[in-house]
């Protein structure tokens, strides 16, 4: 039995609603775009590049669309996901597989560069412009004269997309409908019921995935929004995570890992197999605040298991084998890289030089070492390097491989400027109290 209090209820909230959309639909109209361009759409089967599928029709009235999905590695199932929305668009998309080059020429580099960004390991960030550098040369393939894209006002993947799209496909216009037209994830929403497709989102914000990190709800968590055990893929939280540790061997050659447990694979074997076995013993959560590239902090959530252990294991890989004078360069360098392709700079000539020095330092990064995984923990086991620096006959102290008085001299130099500073203080009246 329903209730008046409960009519009422249903009749403010559908009245609400109806509000709500037509705020939606009088964003879209009072814009005037461009019309009868044959445009190519940046498709992923989301949201937001479904609602542009939508718009391109009603709104830009194209006189041709083309959708071009880039298969990345974000799996099989969210694929599948986007050529049924497509068939449900009416559409048959173009896909792209471009799997290898991202593993190959992306996450190699990636890998070697150490690659974070306040914690984030950079991936979505390097997804979108390859994303949309295989979009603009598909392009001018087609040729189409106008590109489109999904992204948001407030995000990050405008940037990277735009400064892509200026590269491979120069003066081309750019239309991206949820910014131009200022709407909300809500009136989003909206606008697909309206055209007959509502588009429910199992996580609110969206989920991108690739076999190096995945982005949970980016730009849609709240300060005190608890992350249900249900959300990952790969982790299981340590208090669900195995009751015994996992121990196994990676092999690393010019600072990349080729085998793991003594059987070579490729790389994105070796990330799979390390997400499903980090995941299993609770590594891979990543809950922080990122600094977005207009300088607007949001709290973003990752998993990424195989990430947080080759980045964890590389770098003291690289301590192992690169001189005391490269490692503090080339930390500097990889911060820069890092920072350059989160702002949508991966095809800057800078970034590139970069890549030649990491490159260089590589050549004697190789070792081979086993790992125990327990409860959220990485641990190092034992480490082994044909190409390391680390010579304990020498530096033990329980070695006799030189003699320890011919460092006195050495020393005495090494003190003679703090003597001069002493001479200083004493001069000018500084004590060392107050230094």
């Not at 599928?53 to 969210?78: F, M, N, P, R, W």
């Amino acid at each position: 039995m329903v209730t008046n209090n409960q009519t009422h209820l249903t009749q403010a909230t559908t009245t609400s609603s109806q509000d709500a959309l037509a705020l939606a639909l009088h964003k879209v109209n009072s814009v005037d775009v461009p019309q009868g361009n044959t445009i190519a759409l940046a498709f992923s089967g989301g949201l937001d590049s479904t609602l542009c599928v939508k718009l391109a029709e009603t709104k830009y009235h194209a006189s041709k669309l083309y959708a071009i999905s880039v298969d990345v590695g974000q799996g099989e199932e969210e694929l599948n996901m986007s050529i049924q929305r497509a068939e449900m668009l009416g559409i048959t998309p173009i896909v792209l597989d471009a799997r290898e080059e991202f593993t190959t020429q992306w996450l190699t580099k990636a890998i070697q560069a150490n690659s974070d960004y306040n914690g984030y390991p950079i991936s979505t960030s390097m997804t979108r412009q390859l994303i949309a550098k295989k979009v603009a040369q598909k392009a001018l393939e087609l040729g189409c004269d106008a590109l489109m894209e999904g992204s948001s006002g407030k995000g990050n993947d405008q940037y990277r997309m735009h400064n892509v799209f200026s590269l491979f496909a120069p003066g081309l216009p750019t239309f991206v409908p949820v910014r131009d037209f200022d709407l909300t994830r809500g009136e989003e929403q909206l606008l697909m019921e309206n055209f007959g497709i509502p588009v429910e989102e199992l996580i609110a914000g969206g989920d991108d995935k690739t076999m190096w990190c995945r982005s949970i709800a980016s730009g849609g968590i709240g300060l005190d929004t608890e992350l249900p055990d249900s959300i990952w893929m790969w982790l299981k939280p340590p208090h669900t995570a195995a009751n015994q540790p996992s121990t196994f061997k990676i092999t690393w050659e010019h600072g990349l890992p080729v085998a793991l447990d003594g059987e070579a694979l490729p790389l994105d074997e070796i990330i799979q197999k390390l997400n499903v076995l980090g995941g299993e013993n609770g590594i891979g959560k990543i809950d922080m605040f990122e600094d977005g590239i207009m300088g607007l902090k949001s709290r973003e959530i990752y998993e990424a298991p195989g990430a947080q252990i080759l980045l964890k294991l590389h770098r003291d890989l690289e301590l192992y084998c690169l001189t005391k004078e490269e490692i503090p360069l080339k930390r500097q360098l990889d911060a820069q890289w890092s920072s350059m392709v989160y702002h949508g700079e991966w095809f800057h000539p800078l970034k590139n030089a970069i890549d030649a020095f990491i490159s260089t330092t590589q050549q004697a990064v190789s070792g081979e070492y086993v790992v125990s995984l327990y409860k959220g923990n990485i641990d190092i086991v034992s480490r082994s390097s044909h190409s390391g620096l680390f010579f304990p006959d020498v530096r033990s102290i329980n070695s006799a491989s030189f003699n320890q008085k011919e460092c006195a001299p050495a020393a005495h130099l090494r003190g003679l400027p703090y003597e001069l500073i002493a001479r200083r203080n004493k001069l000018a009246g500084i004590t060392q109290e107050g230094l």
